[in-house]
């Protein structure tokens, strides 16, 4: 049986995290290739400090450095195992210290642990193009490649040798010296930049916070927000005021339930100008180099552009494909959302509203809109979605789907005491540990994520997977249990979906693993595991009323599934199509030419005809997705994987059990969860689907027309 999914809190939870200390420097292979405890070991958190985190990364880089290079020189024959098997297996303890030190950049962060990051992710980068230019070894790969099928034992040494040959060209192996010296330069400029995108939005947001001196000013937000809102100000200083700190958690509540329109605009123009504010957080500069840089990448590598480089080794294949199913759904959607948006103006012009609607209304004019027309408040669900009671019914799901089981492990150390760890089981075998990190505090990452801290090793000594669970829940003032808007629920079982992908890792080689699929694939499963949250068995059976205990009535979930079927999933909205089509517009572009990415969105909103009253999901100023090096050019990603899911989805729910049907889900399992890129993904798509991915689901699962192809 599943265990209980306890999110209670010991005492202190929810402070600022201590600094990692430790009375002396802990050995190299602790931090690195012999992690303590079992599972084959756990992150020695309790012992990385920010010096020795840096000095284990150096001598990490340094140690990968030996070994690829005794690959490349070894005088024996270039064979599957002394080259391509012993490439793969390189640099564990780079591997490993890498992961110890995103634990503490992406929770737990502060200045000097930015500073040690921002020395040491170069040395990284720089090895990986030292790796991709290295002649010697690429001619030992190339061989092996060139001696298949016959060079690798098994279909999946074979696949690893395609994987890496494949990897080894897309980043440069076997260019000329002087465009290899320049690549190199590009990367390591990049890698600096990406990285100072990322923590000019930190800082940023950090910094941005506004203060209220007049409660009335609150009026419309829930009394739990408010209270919210007194305690981040009493944090900061000012226990007379209220603040709103201008990030998600806190924004969309004002954006939607604020009666006052100044407030809201006020609030709308600081989230939404993040990192495109002159001073020393603006990224305008950092995005413009970036794209010309990324540009100037891909004509070395023999690409017209970035976004066909990008595209070459993801399902879609061109950004042709990608942007056609982008603008099918946009040309469909745009009329419908016109229309949509003058039912809004009605509505406010109705309340006595003398104005065009504008960004800062449009949330707030369609909750009124759902309760009006669906007799549906946001705030209705609130008092069902307890923390524990996501938590408890995600993992529910996971038992009787995947017959998945989590035990709480104690003693184990983590970087905050309100982090849990718990063993994941099948029946009594276990297959990986998982870290759930729920709450916000000082250093964390403002967002839901899920992260892979240790890959499954299924070489002859196993080391199990270890994943974590993030998100940034804010505590109640008074400790209890915290209420979650839809949104929010629906994110965590979202990420709960990548951790699974993470602990069902069933390739045994690293470059073959979940992590590893093809990038416009690797939200599917995520996308998927929100289906279950819609379920009305789940909701019956967990989301019970915080106070009374009682179920959540099949009126309110029948209200949750009209008004979930008129709101649609993120990725058929236009602030979501918005956002992807301008970053494959600017990545089309991107081919070494100067580039102003803020004009190049305001042309593409223009062209779009863009509604006054929406705006992107992300700017490009601080969409860190699109300046990212796996989702540059790639946002599209979450609309293909959407329509993935609802092509799966459509034979669970065809099947007899429905969701929970044991059949179709040990077929999704054996061929897509565990599989990593054993194969290429289309391959495995169609041996559970039984024909190639159908796009169209996306479309029907709302029961909109299929629009034609372009």
Same mark, same amino acid.
């Given at each position: 049986?599943?265990?209980?999914?306890?999110?209670?809190?010991?005492?202190?939870?929810?402070?600022?995290?201590?600094?990692?200390?430790?009375?002396?420097?802990?050995?190299?292979? $602790?931090?690195?290739?012999?992690?303590?405890?079992?599972?084959?070991?756990?992150?020695?958190?309790?012992?990385?400090?920010?010096?020795?985190?840096?000095?284990?990364?150096?001598?990490?880089?340094?140690?990968?450095?030996?070994?690829?290079?005794?690959?490349?020189?070894?005088?024996?024959?270039?064979?599957?195992?002394?080259?391509?098997?012993?490439?793969?297996?390189?640099?564990?303890?780079?591997?490993?210290?890498? %992961? !110890?030190?995103?634990?503490?950049?992406?929770?737990?962060?502060?200045?000097?642990?930015?500073?040690?990051?921002?020395?040491?992710?170069?040395?990284?980068?720089? /090895?990986?193009?030292?790796?991709?230019?290295?002649?010697?070894?690429?001619?030992?790969?190339?061989?092996?490649?060139?001696?298949?099928?016959?060079?690798?034992?098994?279909?999946?040494?074979?696949?690893?040798?395609?994987?890496?040959?494949?990897?080894?060209?897309?980043?440069?192996?076997?260019?000329?010296?002087?465009?290899?010296? %320049?690549?190199?330069?590009?990367?390591?400029?990049?890698?600096?930049?990406?990285?100072?995108?990322?923590?000019?939005?930190?800082?940023?947001?950090?910094?941005?916070?506004?203060?209220?001196?007049?409660?009335?000013?609150?009026?419309?937000?829930?009394?739990?927000?408010?209270?919210?809102?007194?305690?981040?100000?009493?944090?900061?200083?000012?226990?007379?005021?209220?603040?709103?700190?201008?990030?998600?958690?806190? $924004?969309?509540?004002?954006?939607?339930?604020?009666?006052?329109?100044?407030?809201?605009?006020?609030?709308?123009?600081?989230?939404?100008?993040?990192?495109?504010?002159?001073?020393?957080?603006?990224?305008?500069?950092?995005?413009?180099?970036?794209?010309?840089?990324?540009?100037?990448?891909?004509?070395?590598?023999?690409?017209?552009?970035?976004?066909?480089?990008?595209?070459?080794?993801?399902?879609?294949?061109?950004?042709?494909?990608?942007?056609?199913?982008?603008?099918?759904?946009?040309?469909?959607?745009?009329?419908?959302? %016109?229309?949509?948006?003058?039912?809004?103006?009605?509505?406010?012009?109705?309340?006595?509203?003398?104005?065009?609607?504008?960004?800062?209304?449009?949330?707030?004019?369609?909750?009124?809109?759902?309760?009006?027309?669906?007799?549906?408040?946001?705030?209705?669900?609130?008092?069902?979605?307890?923390?524990?009671?996501?938590?408890?019914?995600?993992?529910?799901?996971?038992?009787?789907?995947?017959?998945?089981?989590?035990?709480? !492990?104690?003693?184990?150390?983590?970087?905050?005491?309100?982090?849990?760890?718990?063993?994941? !089981?099948?029946?009594? %075998?276990?297959?990986?540990?998982?870290? $759930?990190?729920?709450?916000?505090?000082?250093?964390?990452?403002?967002?839901?994520?899920?992260?892979?801290?240790?890959?499954?090793?299924?070489?002859?000594?196993? $080391?199990?997977?270890?994943?974590?669970?993030?998100?940034?829940?804010?505590?109640?003032?008074?400790?209890?249990?915290? /209420?979650?808007?839809?949104?929010?629920?629906?994110?965590?079982?979202?990420?709960?979906?990548?951790?699974?992908?993470?602990?069902?890792?069933?390739?045994?080689?690293?470059?073959?693993?979940?992590?590893?699929?093809?990038?416009?694939?690797?939200?599917?499963?995520?996308?998927?595991?929100?289906?279950?949250?819609?379920?009305?068995?789940?909701?019956?059976?967990?989301?019970?009323?915080?106070?009374?205990?009682?179920?959540?009535?099949?009126?309110?979930?029948?209200?949750?599934?009209?008004?979930?079927?008129?709101?649609?999933?993120?990725?058929?909205?236009?602030?979501?199509?918005?956002?992807?089509?301008?970053?494959?517009?600017?990545?089309?572009?991107?081919?070494?030419?100067?580039?102003?990415?803020?004009?190049?969105?305001?042309?593409?909103?223009?062209? !779009?005809?863009?509604?006054?009253?929406?705006?992107?999901?992300?700017?490009?100023?601080?969409?860190?997705?699109?300046?990212?090096?796996?989702?540059?050019?790639?946002?599209?990603?979450?609309?293909?994987?959407?329509?993935?899911?609802?092509?799966?989805?459509?034979?669970?729910?065809?099947?007899?059990?429905?969701?929970?049907?044991?059949?179709?889900?040990?077929?999704?399992?054996?061929?897509?969860?565990?599989?990593?890129?054993?194969?290429?993904?289309?391959?495995?798509?169609?041996?559970?689907?039984?024909?190639?991915?159908?796009?169209?689901?996306?479309?029907?699962?709302?029961?909109?027309?299929?629009?034609?192809?372009?």
């Amino acid at each position: 049986m599943l265990a209980s999914f306890w999110i209670g809190l010991p005492a202190g939870a929810g402070a600022a995290p201590a600094a990692p200390s430790t009375p002396a420097e802990p050995a190299f292979d $602790v931090l690195t290739v012999a992690w303590p405890g079992p599972f084959g070991g756990l992150p020695p958190v309790h012992l990385a400090t920010p010096t020795a985190l840096e000095s284990a990364f150096r001598r990490a880089v340094e140690l990968k450095r030996a070994e690829v290079r005794a690959i490349a020189t070894n005088p024996a024959r270039p064979t599957f195992e002394n080259t391509v098997a012993a490439l793969d297996a390189s640099g564990t303890a780079l591997l490993r210290i890498q %992961r !110890l030190l995103q634990i503490y950049t992406g929770t737990a962060s502060n200045d000097e642990l930015r500073a040690v990051a921002a020395r040491v992710l170069p040395l990284a980068s720089a /090895l990986d193009d030292e790796i991709a230019f290295d002649d010697a070894l690429y001619a030992r790969v190339r061989a092996v490649h060139r001696g298949l099928p016959r060079s690798a034992p098994t279909p999946e040494a074979r696949r690893l040798v395609q994987v890496i040959h494949d990897d080894l060209r897309r980043r440069g192996a076997g260019l000329p010296a002087d465009q290899s010296a %320049r690549l190199k330069a590009i990367n390591a400029r990049l890698a600096k930049l990406t990285s100072e995108f990322g923590q000019n939005l930190a800082r940023e947001e950090e910094s941005l916070v506004l203060f209220v001196t007049d409660v009335a000013e609150l009026r419309g937000l829930p009394e739990d927000r408010i209270a919210a809102a007194k305690a981040a100000a009493t944090a900061r200083g000012t226990p007379d005021q209220w603040a709103i700190p201008i990030q998600r958690p806190a $924004v969309w509540p004002v954006l939607t339930r604020a009666d006052s329109r100044a407030l809201r605009e006020r609030v709308f123009r600081l989230w939404d100008s993040r990192g495109d504010n002159r001073g020393q957080y603006d990224n305008a500069p950092i995005t413009s180099e970036m794209l010309r840089l990324r540009g100037e990448k891909a004509r070395l590598l023999g690409y017209p552009s970035y976004a066909h480089y990008a595209a070459s080794s993801r399902m879609a294949g061109t950004p042709d494909v990608a942007e056609s199913m982008l603008r099918r759904a946009w040309d469909l959607l745009l009329p419908k959302t %016109r229309e949509h948006l003058a039912e809004l103006q009605a509505l406010a012009t109705a309340e006595g509203a003398d104005f065009t609607l504008q960004p800062w209304d449009r949330l707030y004019y369609a909750e009124k809109y759902r309760q009006r027309t669906f007799g549906f408040d946001t705030e209705s669900v609130r008092p069902y979605l307890t923390l524990q009671n996501v938590m408890d019914g995600m993992t529910w799901a996971a038992e009787q789907v995947y017959g998945l089981s989590l035990r709480e !492990l104690q003693g184990v150390p983590t970087v905050a005491p309100e982090i849990r760890v718990y063993e994941v !089981l099948r029946g009594t %075998r276990t297959v990986g540990v998982l870290y $759930v990190d729920m709450f916000q505090r000082r250093g964390k990452g403002p967002s839901s994520w899920a992260t892979e801290q240790r890959p499954a090793e299924r070489g002859p000594a196993a $080391v199990l997977p270890v994943a974590t669970l993030h998100s940034s829940v804010v505590l109640p003032a008074d400790g209890s249990q915290p /209420l979650l808007e839809w949104e929010r629920a629906n994110v965590i079982f979202h990420e709960f979906g990548h951790a699974l992908h993470f602990v069902a890792n069933g390739a045994r080689y690293r470059a073959l693993g979940s992590l590893r699929v093809p990038f416009d694939f690797i939200e599917t499963p995520a996308l998927l595991q929100e289906r279950w949250l819609l379920d009305r068995t789940l909701l019956t059976r967990f989301m019970r009323h915080h106070r009374t205990g009682e179920p959540m009535p099949l009126e309110l979930i029948e209200k949750v599934e009209r008004v979930h079927r008129h709101d649609r999933v993120f990725s058929m909205n236009l602030d979501f199509l918005a956002t992807a089509l301008t970053d494959i517009r600017l990545h089309r572009r991107a081919d070494g030419r100067a580039l102003d990415a803020v004009a190049v969105e305001r042309e593409v909103l223009a062209e !779009l005809g863009m509604p006054t009253a929406i705006t992107p999901l992300l700017r490009v100023a601080h969409a860190p997705h699109v300046f990212s090096e796996l989702y540059g050019a790639a946002v599209y990603t979450y609309f293909w994987s959407d329509a993935l899911a609802a092509d799966i989805a459509e034979k669970f729910l065809a099947a007899p059990g429905g969701l929970y049907d044991p059949a179709v889900a040990a077929l999704y399992r054996r061929t897509i969860l565990e599989a990593g890129n054993t194969r290429p993904m289309g391959e495995a798509f169609r041996e559970f689907r039984g024909r190639d991915p159908d796009p169209d689901a996306l479309f029907r699962r709302f029961g909109l027309p299929v629009p034609s192809r372009r």
